[in-house]
């Protein structure tokens, strides 16, 4: 057995509650066993003077792409074989986890390999959960074709998405993705972005279609969640039963009502907008998806507003791409500007960990959770910048495993 106590930190729980100090956190192989005042333990125990410093749990990514390392996502299994692609992969959840993400949802692209990769201790990176191939309807979101091609490149498999059209088609992409481990199952409900063939404000998949891919979740338990941007398109996924839209940088008063009616949670990710419009040119983000990232970013703080005020669960991704992928906690930092500091660390923690269901394992600093902590330099709550300062980030230990220890 082996104990590992953090004495004399100041404690930020993650539940809510103002920080504390002095507070001593003690684990006991991989799980916290206790949280108190007092650092008395028994002999042999590692100690870690956190004096000056603040502990609290590890981040969670409510919606990254570990398959999204080029500029140019449309480009990228057209210029990679399936080897370099997993490759990076495993580059980008190993960085991941070096920014203080513990745990993560990849939201699209990502297979269920990944996850047991990481479980099993193979590689580095947070405790994942996945979507498998996000749905995507001919020309939508994820269909990343030119208009000048038929088929899609050989390494299209690690791709975000699958292309399928009408109900058949999308029930059976819907099981063909249960079949493989998919923890979610997500759609693509709008244009995008970083899709060459379509405009954010448009909808796609009708009613019918998204209510089967509901079907098929909801039959094992699990839930859609659907890549949104319109109004419009986010009042159709809470017809069809969708239980979670993200982005939706043009949400209105009106449909954050209607999401908060129907329960539907709400995943912004202001970051990767913020950073696309300042250094996307210098990221060599192509122009059709520079352009529409611009719009995209111009409402986004207005539409957590809605959300933040109608009283909605807001989750918390950065959904970053390419050379930005390394800068995922200025989410953080964007979301505070509306949500508070302590909105937005909760949001990034225990609501995050509420939502992708971990069954509370992990997500605050209490007796029983995975022992997944980080130390900083600085109190979050008065520098929630911090957590873009990589030095600052002391100690990253997942499941009590020591990840990163400058202490
Ligand atoms: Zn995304």
Do not use: W
């Amino acid at each position: 057995m082996s104990t590992i106590v953090f004495k004399d930190a100041t404690l930020l729980d993650c539940t809510g509650q103002e920080p504390k100090y002095p507070a001593a956190v003690i684990v006991e192989d991989g799980v916290i066993r206790e949280v108190s005042e007092d650092s008395a333990s028994g002999a042999g125990a590692e100690i870690v003077d956190c004096k000056g410093k603040t502990l609290m749990a590890g981040l969670i990514e409510g919606h990254m792409h570990a398959n999204l390392f080029l500029s140019d996502p449309s480009d990228q299994t057209r210029r990679n074989l399936p080897s370099m692609i997993v490759v990076k992969c495993l580059k980008i959840l190993e960085d991941t986890l070096m920014q203080g993400y513990t745990s993560a949802l990849d939201a699209g692209g990502a297979d269920a390999g990944f996850k047991l990769a990481q479980q099993q201790g193979l590689v580095k990176g947070p405790k994942l959960k996945v979507c498998g191939h996000a749905l995507s309807q001919s020309g939508g979101h994820a269909d990343m074709r030119l208009g000048t091609e038929i088929n899609a490149p050989l390494a299209h498999y690690f791709a975000v998405g699958v292309v399928a059209d009408g109900v058949s088609e999308v029930r059976r992409a819907a099981r063909e993705e249960l079949r493989m481990g998919a923890d979610y199952i997500k759609i693509m409900a709008a244009g995008g972005c970083a899709s060459p063939a379509d405009e954010p404000d448009t909808v796609q998949y009708s009613i019918d279609e998204m209510k089967a891919a509901v079907e098929e979740a909801d039959a094992v338990g699990k839930i859609v969640i659907a890549h949104c941007y319109s109004p419009k398109s986010m009042q159709r996924c809470a017809e069809a039963g969708v239980k979670r839209v993200e982005h939706g940088n043009f949400m209105d008063e009106a449909t954050a009502r209607i999401l908060k009616e129907k329960g539907v949670i709400y995943c912004p990710t202001l970051a990767t907008y913020d950073i696309m419009a300042r250094r996307g040119a210098e990221f060599g983000i192509p122009d059709y998806f520079l352009r529409k990232m611009k719009i995209a970013n111009e409402k986004a703080q207005e539409a957590l507003g809605y959300a933040f005020k109608a009283g909605l669960v807001i989750g918390s991704g950065s959904d970053m791409v390419g050379p930005a992928q390394s800068f995922k906690t200025k989410e953080l930092e964007l979301k505070s500007r509306v949500m508070g500091p302590m909105g937005a660390i909760l949001s990034a923690t225990k609501v995050n960990s509420e939502i992708l269901k971990t069954d509370g394992a992990v997500g605050t600093i209490e007796a029983g959770k995975a022992a997944d902590i980080l130390i900083l330099d600085e109190n979050p709550l008065e520098n929630i910048a911090v957590f873009q300062n990589r030095d600052a980030i002391r100690v990253i230990m997942q499941d009590g495993k020591f990840i990163k220890n400058t202490l």
